[in-house]
């Protein structure tokens, strides 16, 4: 494994065809706790500093609480997906989880370049709209310490409920197959994590 650049993604993203309408819909995939919030925002900076108008949309912001996990859907196609693939700026309902209800809402400009960043974001339905998809991975132990102490010890039942839910949908939805890259989420290799990132090798890929 070897490190590579946000910078040469971002190239490649732009240089990519517009599947959504107009737009390049990349999706940044993955189990909870990861890293893909901050691998989307980091490539969200790439894409913006090579020029390109760029719209995160973090798919936990349209869930409607622990229950939601992969209902949301719907709220995904008719706020953002469908607005964008027709050219028209979209619209979508934030999810507050401190108080447990939606509260305001969010505008998405027509982009270049949309980021979907979420558990289920490369999801079978979209596949074909995106330019480019990745799943983040990380060992399931690292990755419920690392929520633990994000969101508190309180969290503990209904996320291992979660994680457990959420593995079953990747194997049945063959996301890992079907996504562009697998990347490292927790790497030992080397690298700038500013400005690179680690992709994992397939199974039966060369490791280089």
Same mark, same amino acid.
């Given at each position: 494994?070897?490190? !590579? ?9 732009l240089n990519?065809?517009? *599947?959504?309408?107009p737009? *390049? ?23 913006? #500093? ?24 719907? =709220? ?14 979209? =619209?979508?309902p934030?999810?507050?989880?401190? =108080? ?11 982009? $270049? ?15 074909? !709209?995106?330019?480019?998809?990745v799943? /983040? ?9 690392r929520?633990?102490? *994000? ?5 503990? !039942? ?8 959420? !593995? ?11 996504? $562009? #890259?697998?990347?490292?989420g927790?790497?030992? /290799? ?19």
């Amino acid at each position: 494994m070897a490190a !590579e650049r946000f910078d040469d993604l971002a190239a490649t993203i732009l240089n990519g065809p517009a *599947r959504l309408g107009p737009v *390049r819909a990349v999706a940044v995939d993955g189990p909870t706790g990861s890293g893909k919030t901050t691998f989307a925002a980091r490539l969200a900076e790439s894409l913006s #500093a090579a020029g390109a108008t760029v719209a995160l949309v973090h798919t936990d912001d349209l869930l409607d609480g622990w229950d939601d996990q992969f209902s949301f859907w719907h =709220r995904l196609e008719e706020g953002v997906l469908a607005p964008l693939r027709a050219g028209r700026p979209g =619209r979508y309902p934030v999810y507050d989880w401190v =108080r447990g209800r939606f509260d305001g809402v969010r505008d998405v400009p027509v982009p $270049d370049v949309l980021v979907l960043e979420g558990s289920t974001a490369a999801r079978a339905a979209v596949r074909p !709209e995106l330019t480019r998809s990745v799943f /983040v991975y990380a060992p399931a132990e690292l990755r419920l310490n690392r929520v633990l102490a *994000r969101d508190g010890a309180d969290v503990r !039942e209904s996320l291992l409920r979660w994680m457990n839910a959420e !593995e079953a949908y990747f194997l049945a939805d063959g996301v890992h197959d079907g996504v $562009d #890259a697998l990347i490292d989420g927790a790497p030992k /290799v080397g690298h700038d994590p500013r400005n690179e990132f680690v992709r994992l090798p397939r199974p039966g890929e060369t490791d280089d």
